[in-house]
């Protein structure tokens, strides 16, 4: 809702309100810790990584007994989040729940704003983790995105295990696109530790890319001015 | 930044510190009005429609005499907004201007979040304008999107004189995608206007769709239940 490293760590009144109205907290431990001034006199309950469908069942089963419950996710809930899991689950387990997905901001839109305007035009966000999704499937939507000559935004681009994705994703991108193409790298967006890199689409392998990175990919309109990453809209000017 | 209609009306901390801290406002004037409760003892700017590179120039201009400018722009500037012509205007007026973009919530996510929750898996976001990119251009992107199964989100898809791009958009995805695909219609969300229609590739047409209105087109995973319209991630539960 929201809140959270590895992308937006932009917080909004509206999921503020929500968490202030709540009686118990849900989620990963790591964005509960961010949001510690809304837990004050609130249960928490914070898991591991990786725990989601234990943690929201854990919040559907709170809400089944009639507390208000707040279930936490960085960015924006609805993009790669927790949103879809938490409707998912509570169709079996409670389909008169009420639910309320108050939306975030994603990575991919706090990304572009620190780097400038990439997404100005069409694009495409696509995850290289390939944990839930065959990775035929997304080599497919990969080489579908470079050849309309979409921007692409990448989240989970690279971990320590799983580096190969990228590679290949560059190689499909540099069949439709020159070398120079612009690429923004955005590592820990909104965070103290915030790194933005901008490079182009030969380099992009050497940068320091890892799970809390997104990467842009400019299309043929895009441009690398000196302190911006530009896809200009067409204006005349 | 994070304000107005026909997108995102939600609001932000960071734009609106951004905007308290300006000596100018900049704007749309619909948009201008939706934040009067910011622009008190301050100038304001505020042109009609259309007058994008005529207002971006004006900002620019105050900024270049000492102002502290705030550009005002709806859902996210990066988005189909202002951010791109700000930055590409201040290129060639005043390379050296100190920009900054404040991201907000683009209509895609604001309306992701009151259908359910679309967007879990890869996403593209497509204007159906041709104003700025010919047809073709949008056509092609709009067959790659439906041939790699990504969820696909359409803005601006249809104004009073410009109706056939959604015909066409449903013609392209029809042939990649049975007629009953979920298919979710925003309209005027985060407004007190705000309309949901959660109904089905094959009814698409006969909807209520105007330029306030985004369009989200899932993907063979997508499904509606009762209540919501959720492209499941693909946990196993």
Not at 8 to 16: I, L, N, Q, S, V
Not at 107 to 132: C, E, F, H, K, Q
Not at 145 to 152: G, Q, T
Request: hydrophobic share 45%.
């Amino acid at each position: 809702m929201g809140i959270g490293p590895g992308g937006a760590a932009e917080r909004t009144p509206r999921a503020d309100r929500a968490i202030a109205q709540s009686d118990v907290i849900v989620g990963y431990s790591r964005y509960v810790r961010l949001i510690k001034d809304l837990c004050v006199g609130k249960e928490t309950l914070a898991t591991g990584m990786t725990r989601e469908v234990e943690r929201c069942r854990a919040a559907i089963e709170r809400a089944q007994s009639g507390s208000i419950v707040a279930l936490i996710s960085s960015g924006d809930p609805g993009v790669y989040g927790m949103a879809g899991l938490a409707i998912e689950l509570a169709e079996q387990m409670a389909p008169e729940l009420e639910i309320e997905v108050v939306p975030g901001i994603t990575a991919a839109n706090a990304a572009a704003a620190r780097m400038g305007a990439p997404l100005m035009l069409d694009y495409a966000v696509i995850s290289l983790s390939d944990l839930l999704v065959p990775w035929e499937m997304i080599r497919q939507r990969l080489e579908a995105v470079a050849s309309a000559d979409l921007v692409a935004v990448l989240y989970n681009p690279r971990s320590r295990k799983r580096v190969r994705q990228l590679e290949e994703t560059v190689e499909i991108f540099q069949r439709y696109h020159p070398t120079d193409t612009p690429v923004g790298i955005g590592t820990a967006i909104s965070t103290p530790d915030e790194h933005i890199v901008l490079t182009n689409l030969g380099s992009l392998l050497a940068q320091e890319v890892n799970m809390k990175t997104v990467v842009i990919i400019g299309n043929t309109q895009s441009t690398k001015l000196k302190r911006w990453f530009l896809t200009p809209r067409g204006y005349t000017l």
